[in-house]
């Protein structure tokens, strides 16, 4: 007669030591607990709803249940939903049960700690401009008609307007990324192709391919987490990192694709070519073969900027902050700061080299001469130095001509002050140029002077 | 078995004694004495003799009733009801009623289709009092189905009633119980109802009569007198659209349509209201004046502008309209500083300089600019947001016990010991910082941040901050049960709070008791709000109640009394112009009032279910503009359109001309809709922004017309 099972009430009963009731009162007391379950219920609901939730949660119970001035349930507090488990007691008479799982004691005690829920926070952005909803990323995708509709203020039609009111009702299809086999074929023979290390025209047909064809849409996804495997596990092997950088090259390269969304993908690669630690293996490529590959890179970034740059407000900064962060970790060897600084030069031109690279030089110019006094590394120093003066090179293209020149002392003095401003070793050799516009624009580090 | 009764005594309240439907003295009693009739008499005489000699007088009153109810044949035999046919008793009385009302003439079948509903309640009831779990459960779960529309809430609480007792406790079941249900019906209506149920009298006619007389306030108006309001046509129209809901006379604290008496036989004279703007401090007039001219001296305005001391003027101009303002006398505030000179002047300045909304014009509303601020990594625990007046703070409070500052969120945590339901700044303006040394650092001084926030909590208290300390100043004590809202009033110094004990408080803020206490609404107050003139406040009702009503805060009685909304009222707002108040519920639809004639303007349909959380009004009163849990930001026409007109009743037909009057413009866009048939957008709806998956929990204009939405994105 009742949902409640009378039987439950019979159990209960048995378990306080009241052998036989009434079957009259069993069914009475099932069908109160009911009512009162059914009461709790319904002022949960009211927490609900007052929570601006459509999810009851056990808390609301909770609540609800100090409401009515019984005592709270105790352990169900949790912000997750609860999960039932289901056994079977009997043909078709299932059991619904709170799932407990058994935790192991040492396991728990080891365990890392959980990642720390994210702060709570905020953005703003227009929902609507002058009566017309903008279609930037943080508002939903309207369909153009029912939006033209609802702008004139009547949604005449009720299908229309059944569309544009349930629309948060989305139907993912659950289709997979299928590829023609033709595809598949040549995404393998061009890969192949293209660590072909002994097949140098194999290897130029397929960096043309690449450049030209106008079909490959469906194959960057692969082609770039190609590259991004490559170049994380061969690190030693200057020969495939800067084959991996040349197909990237290629790709940025044919007008027919649009790379946009995977540029988030392609920078790591590009960074880790840039900045790596240790590329190449010295032994068997000599020294300094990694700085081509470093430069090669730096190009590809600031390539990568130009184009893409514009339309993703975060991309430079993003680049330019993990360059300085490099930069100005000393533990890193001089590569990684040839890198960072080229990186630097590319991506943020004079202003960066300015706000970025000019302030830093001065503390950078320890690290220098240690380098420069070490025979094994004064190569590598060296390479810095020229990275770093080709970066003020371009301060000079920037400067504004002021030609005050009688502002600086001369001689010795000029030299001082240099070295005062960005060094020892990069003062030096700036003094050495004896270009009085590099000086100058040095010297101007500071714009508001 | 006779003997029987003394033992169930004890246990007389785990249930009545004709429990099952067994009768004492029933023909099953083994009674050896001969069946005569005196010998039958004198059985009960000597039983009630032995229990009132053994004090068992609760069981001799249950005896006394019920012997009463049996009546005897001829024999002397009593007559015994098959108890199958008696627990079905209603639901077959019921089902009479039902099939006459479907087969009725079209002009009479939308005003009694309106009665089955407390038919349905009762009949349940009386059913479940009669101890038929059973037979109610299965009356309710066949004859729900029509009413799941609009009284969803109510059937949801109704479902689960199995015991009497239940309907002693249910607290709607009360209401139905206690209180009459009104309903208007027409003359004839009525009358034809009565003839069909006196001539199916053995057929459960007698019961629904009863009903009729015992829980019903019928009123009948003579057709004619209605005129055009439920005259044929009316009806024919109706039709199409507004069947489902409830008249604005309708329903359990039947009313006056337009004021709040309650007693069916007082004089439907309408309270008169205060709705003029609260009249300004002749010092505080003096010196905003002088700062102005002095303003419009340094910085003349530009070409084709008026001065700030003309707008100033034009703002407090006393209209030449019947509305009277509230006294200063009546509503004391304390003495105004110079910040209430600085945040007057920019005011006027914001009021002239701010964008204009004209209404809708030609059929093409507005465009209204809406700024979003989403919040994201909040696992749906934000219950509410709210922004300050002067638009650089805003606060949220969450089911986790705090109210966090978004911009001092990491520094300051406010703790308060249960879900925080609402919260509420203390008023501000922008105002400007002065400058020093030909350049300000910051744009606004630090004069224009409010200097309090509210907030109200599943602890029964309401708590004041102070955003000068960032520290916990007041706790407010008086209410027993979750303070579900709370509001500054427009001037300060006031607030009035919501709780689920069914009342409002009214409040000052430098003492800890209340000032005054709102107490007449049957369910939880929901929602609050103030008039802008300080004078009154608006509360809303949950299931059951569903009322809005208009409290005066300097008599701290009823003035108004909305009736109309078949959801939980969750939003209330009121007009900057004090003459139209809007109401929404979670079933979608808002409802503009008239608050001198207290009558229903217009319905607006288009939100979806789940509520509308938040309404707010363009300066001008032009525009409504409303967020809710469909994750979408609505602007709404407020014209009165002509088919979503009041309904109204024989007394007050003048209103209704008045209000036919000034309905315009809106009329012809409204009529087009229309005549697509039923949709499911009312066409005063001016746009509808969608949102990307945040239910949108506050919405609000600010002085210069840019409306400023919160929500959270839950993906």
Redesign the interface.
């Known amino acids: ?2 949902v409640w099972n009378p039987e439950n009430v019979t159990d209960v009963a048995e378990s306080i030591g009241i052998a036989s009731l009434n079957r ?2 069993v069914e ?1 007391l099932a ?2 607990v ?2 009162r ?3 709790v219920l ?1 002022e949960a609901l ?2 609900m ?7 009851l ?1 056990t ?1 609301d119970v909770s ?1 609800a249940l100090r ?1 009515l001035d019984v005592e709270p349930l105790y352990g169900y507090e949790s ?1 997750r939903p609860l999960r039932f488990g289901e056994a079977s007691i009997g043909p078709g008479q299932p059991l619904f049960y709170v799932e407990d799982e058994e935790v192991d004691f040492e396991k728990l005690i080891n365990a890392p700690l959980p990642k720390v ?17 903008p279609s930037i990323p ?3 995708l ?1 369909d153009p008609r029912s939006a033209e509709l ?9 299908t229309l ?2 569309v ?2 349930n ?2 009702v989305t139907v993912k299809p659950l289709v997979k990324h299928v590829l023609s086999k033709e595809l598949q074929l040549y995404f393998e023979r061009i890969c192949g192709a293209i660590l072909d290390e002994g097949n140098d025209e194999y290897r130029s047909a397929a960096f043309a391919s690449l450049r030209t064809d106008t079909g490959l849409h469906q194959l960057i996804p692969y082609f770039v987490q190609f590259v991004a495997d490559k170049v994380t596990h061969n690190l030693k092997s200057i020969f495939i990192l800067s084959q991996s950088m040349q197909l990237l090259a290629a790709l940025l390269d044919n007008q027919s694709l649009y790379l946009a969304p995977y540029v988030p993908g392609i920078v790591p690669s590009i960074l880790t070519c840039l900045v790596g630690k240790h590329l190449g293996n010295p032994a068997m490529d000599g020294a300094t073969t990694h700085f081509a590959l470093r430069d090669y890179s730096a190009s590809l970034l600031s390539k990568i900027a130009r184009q893409y740059g514009p339309s993703s407000s975060t991309l430079k900064p993003r680049i330019a902050r993990s360059c300085l962060k490099h930069f100005l970790d000393s533990h890193k060897p001089f590569g990684t700061h040839y890198g960072a600084v080229l990186g630097l030069t590319m991506i943020a031109g004079a202003q960066g080299v300015r706000a970025l690279i000019l302030p830093n030089l001065k503390t950078y110019d320890l690290h220098l001469r240690e380098g420069m006094k070490d025979d094994g590394k004064r190569e590598q120093a060296d390479y810095v130095v020229q990275a770093i003066l080709r970066g003020l090179q371009t301060l000079q293209e920037d400067a504004v001509v002021t030609a005050t020149s009688n502002g600086h002392p001369e001689g010795d003095a000029l030299k001082e002050r240099l070295v005062e401003a960005v060094g020892e070793v990069v003062g030096g050799r700036v003094y050495d140029s004896g270009r009085q516009d590099l000086i100058n624009a040095v010297m101007e580090k500071d714009p508001a002077v | 078995m006779a003997v029987q009764p003394p033992p169930p005594s004890r246990t007389g309240s ?2 009545p004694a004709s ?2 439907g067994m009768n004492t003295p029933t023909a099953g009693t083994p009674v050896s004495q001969g069946p005569g009739a005196g010998s039958n008499q004198n059985l009960n005489q000597i039983v009630l003799e032995y229990l009132s000699k053994k004090g068992y007088s609760r069981t001799e009153a249950m005896l006394r009733r019920e012997s009463g109810n049996v009546t005897f044949d001829a024999n002397g035999q009593p007559i015994t009801f098959d108890d199958k046919f008696k627990g079905r008793r209603w639901h077959e009385a019921y089902n009479v009623v039902k099939v006459w009302v479907d087969s009725i003439l079209d002009i009479y079948k939308s005003e009694l289709t309106r009665i089955l509903w407390p038919l349905f309640v009762h009949c349940f009831i009386e059913t479940i009092a009669d101890c038929f ?2 037979e109610g ?1 299965f009356f309710f779960n066949e004859c729900r189905k029509p009413f799941d529309d609009e009284h969803s809430d109510d059937l ?2 109704l ?5 009497p ?2 309907v002693q406790q249910n607290d709607i079941a009360q209401l139905y119980r206690t209180n009459k249900y009104r309903l208007t019906l027409s003359k004839m209506g009525f009358a034809t109802l009565i003839e069909f149920l006196e001539t199916k009298e053995g057929e459960g006619g007698k019961s629904i009569n009863f009903l009729i007389n015992n829980h019903l306030d019928v009123r009948t108006v003579d057709r004619a007198a209605i005129g055009g309001a439920r005259g044929l046509q009316r009806l024919m129209e109706e039709k199409q659209g507004d069947e489902q809901a409830p008249a604005e006379d309708e329903g359990i604290p039947g009313h006056h349509p337009g004021s709040a008496n309650l007693n069916p036989d007082a004089t439907g004279a309408l309270h008169r209201l205060q709705l003029a703007p609260l009249p300004m401090e002749v010092d505080l007039m003096d010196d905003v004046k002088a700062e102005l001219s002095h303003e419009d001296s340094s910085r003349p305005p530009r070409q084709g502008r008026s001065t700030l001391v003309e707008q100033f003027e034009q703002r407090i101009k006393v209209e030449p309209s019947d509305d009277t303002a509230p006294s200063r006398d009546s509503i004391p505030f304390p003495p105004s500083t110079a910040r209430d000179v600085a945040m007057e002047v920019q005011k006027v300045k914001e009021n002239r300089d701010r964008f204009r909304i004209e209404g ?1 014009t030609g ?22 947001i709210e922004f300050s007046d002067d638009n650089t703070l ?1 606060a ?1 409070g969450t ?1 986790e016990s705090s109210a ?1 500052l ?1 911009s001092f ?2 520094t300051t945590t406010y703790r308060a010991f ?2 925080v ?1 609402a919260l509420s700044f203390s008023p501000s303006a922008a105002i400007p910082a002065p400058p020093t040394n030909g350049h300000t650092d910051h744009p606004t001084s630090p004069d224009s941040h409010p200097r309090y926030m509210l907030s109200s909590s ?1 602890d029964t208290t309401i708590r004041l901050w102070s955003l000068d300390t960032w520290t916990n100043l007041v706790v407010y004590r008086s209410h027993n ?2 303070v ?1 809202d709370v509001r500054f009033c427009p001037h300060g110094h006031y607030f009035a709070s919501a709780s ?1 004990d069914r009342t409002a408080r009214l409040w000052s803020t430098p003492q800890i008791a209340p000032l005054r206490i709102f107490a007449g609404h049957d369910s ?1 107050v ?1 929602t609050v709000a103030w008039h802008p003139n300080g004078a009154y406040v608006f509360t809303g009702a ?1 299931v059951g109640d569903k009322t809005i009503r208009m409290w005066s805060i300097a008599q701290g009685t009823q003035a108004r009394i909305f009736t109309g909304h078949a959801g ?1 009222i969750t939003a209330i707002a009121c007009a900057p112009n004090g003459h139209v108040v809007a109401s929404a519920d ?1 079933k979608g639809v808002i409802i503009l009032w008239d608050l001198r004639t207290g009558r229903l303007v217009k319905r607006m349909r288009g939100h ?1 279910a ?2 509308i ?1 938040s309404l707010d009004w363009s300066v001008e009163s032009t525009v409504l503009v409303s967020g809710g ?3 979408s ?1 609505r ?1 709404w ?1 407020v014209q009165p359109s002509k088919e979503t007109h009041p309904k109204v009743n024989g007394e007050n037909g003048g209103v209704a001309k008045i209000d036919g009057a000034t309905a315009n413009g809106g009329a012809a ?1 409204g009529k ?2 229309k005549a ?6 009312t ?11 945040s ?1 949108v ?1 506050k919405v609000r204009f600010t002085q210069m017309n840019l ?1 400023v ?1 919160g929500g959270a994105y839950l993906p």
């Open positions: 007669m009742s009259d009162v009475h069908r109160d009911e009512y379950m059914s009461q319904n009211k927490f709803r007052h929570g601006k939730r459509t999810t949660t808390q609540q409401l912000t829920p994210r702060e709570m926070s905020f953005t703003a952005h227009w929902l609507a401009v002058e009566g017309v909803q943080q508002n939903p309207t609802a702008a004139k203020g009547s949604s005449a039609n009720s307007a059944a544009s009111g629309d948060n | 785990v249930g429990a099952g779990p059973g459960r949801r609480e479902s689960n009633i199995q015991e007792e239940h809708k059929g093409v509303g507005p465009g209204v600019s809406v700024t979003m601020f989403t919040f994201h990594n909040t696992f749906d625990s934000v219950n509410c805003a949220i089911a966090g978004p969120i990491i249960g879900p339901y599943a049960s979750p579900w689920a939880d929901e949950g939980n979670d979806g789940g509520g959380w849990a469909d994750n930001v602007v026409d866009a087009v809709a697509k048939g039923r949709e499911q957008s066409a005063d709806m001016i746009s509808d922004f969608k949102t990307k998956k239910p929990y409306v939405a």
